[in-house]
């Protein structure tokens, strides 16, 4: 089957949507696919990549005569003839690539098969008709297989003559030339705007904008249900966003004035938002210094007689280590709230987060793994009256229409982003196996860099990688950034700034040094592109740029 990419290539055909060919049928190196070049490179020209070209073709009785002319349809004029013939089926040629040469290829005899690989694109064409002229143009890797019979006769033209030291004969060999000879690809720390499943988006757009449903209704239900089943909860109900979230969630359990409620300070500043909105004191505690989660033993030891409740953040979409919190919430008799927010479909010992404490926050902001189109949230729980409780506060206090038990918010989710939701739902767990394919990419580049350390996982853990966040150390992060910035690549910082040391916090009376690890995380922390829109040559674009300022 061929198809027609957006820049006009011509018999294209991508093997697989997922990037990869059968690699049980040879040993050579995978030659990758990354997804149309459009999005990838700009400014890119049909010039600089493979195109078959058809030569007109003249059938009479006494055969058949193909004509090509070198200035309009090669656009080269060849220096060299070649061609190859008495093939096993099973065997493959080529596995090289030329810096410079440009080359015609044509089948006149029989079928052949050329695969082609460039900038992180990944093409395949079958030749099968003496008509059809494949260009290919300097800087791909190429393998020729599939043979139709010994007889089949594939012949090339080639730019210039012999010349070995145009020659790159190792695959990896070649992706280094690559990257160095290529001109900076522009790549953005997350482009929303490349979100996948556009086509399901729109047709759940117009369902929700055809229903008549604007808030709540049916569309509402589905998600719930579908998104507590995913979790492996019993119940959720949806709110505006991941604050109303956990505020909800400690207010539907009674938290308020006179409360202390333990949090990690390092973490987005809602989490302890949430508690000071219901007039409750946040207790601030250090984390643990490789996965940035909070530390048990720092949450022990800041237990006091009036806190009520605990709230573990599963960071960066790494799980916290819930045993041994549970284990002190039920010592002590506390609410432990999970703050899943970076967390769609992470696990803890084989279970996903979000049912392990009494209730779960998850925020579906849009930059999340699962996000909406704008802000979102929703509160997942087994506890079928804490759920009860949540959806009347977030509803004006309302146990039915007119009847307002308590004072309540106006916090719904609405359909429109239910909707939605529902649809990035069915593709979340193959998205977030993309993120962690592109983490341990990130990983083999670069993991012998000094001054750089890595994120690592717990052997318990199935992170979500929601953040690829390393560390750089001696102080030069920034300088790291600029350098980044400077090439193209964009980064952000989770989090600059401990939430103890925000102005906003100055009444805790915490100082400088307070929390000396997530002191030194906010200054050392730089989150790289990771997301499943991320192409593998542009993650290897920022491996290589990472990799030059190191070096």
Known sequence: ??????????????????????????????IRYAGGCADLIPRCSIDDFPNVVHLPVFTSAVGVLGVAEFSDQLGFTPRRFYFITDVPTQTVRGLHAHKTLKQCMLCLKGAVTVELEKRGQHFVFRLDSPDQCLIVPPGCWRAIRDFESHNTVACVLASTEYDATDYIHEYDD????????????????????????????????????????????????????????????????????????????LKARGIGHGDSVVVPVNSFIATALAVSRLGALPIFVDVEEDTANIDALAAAAAIRPDTRAIIPVHLYGHPADIDPLRTLADRYGLFLLEDAAQAHGARYRGRRCGTFGDAAGFSFYPTKNLGALGDAGAVVSNDEALIRQVRMLANYGAERKDRHVVQGVNSRLDPIQAAV????????????????????????????LDGLVLPTARPWAVPAWHVFAIRVTGGRRDALRRHLEASGVGSNIHYPTPIHLQPAYRECGQV?????????????????PLDPSHRDAEIDAVIHTVRRFFH
């Open 512 to 528: 400088a040094g307070a929390f000396p690890v997530a002191e030194r995380l906010a200054a050392e922390t730089l989150s790289l």
């Open 421 to 448: 939701l529902s649809v990035k739902l069915r593709h979340l767990d193959a998205w977030n196996e993309r993120r962690r394919t592109l983490a341990e990419r990130y990983r083999a580049g670069l993991s012998d």
């Open 174 to 249: 070649f992706r280094r030339w690559e990257i160095e000879h290529t001109a900076p690809v522009a790549v953005p720390h997350l482009d929303l705007a490349r979100s996948p499943a556009k086509v399901e988006i729109d047709a759940a757009l117009l369902r929700v904008a055809r229903s008549g449903y604007y808030v709540g209704g049916p569309e509402v239900a589905c998600f719930e249900q579908a998104f507590a089943a995913y979790c492996g909860a019993a119940h959720a109900v949806g709110v505006g966003n991941g604050l109303d979230a956990l505020a909800l969630a």
């Open 1 to 30: 089957m061929f198809v027609q990419t957006a820049l006009g290539l011509t018999n294209l055909h991508i093997d697989r949507g997922n990037g990869s060919i059968d690699d049980s049928r040879r040993a050579e190196p995978p």
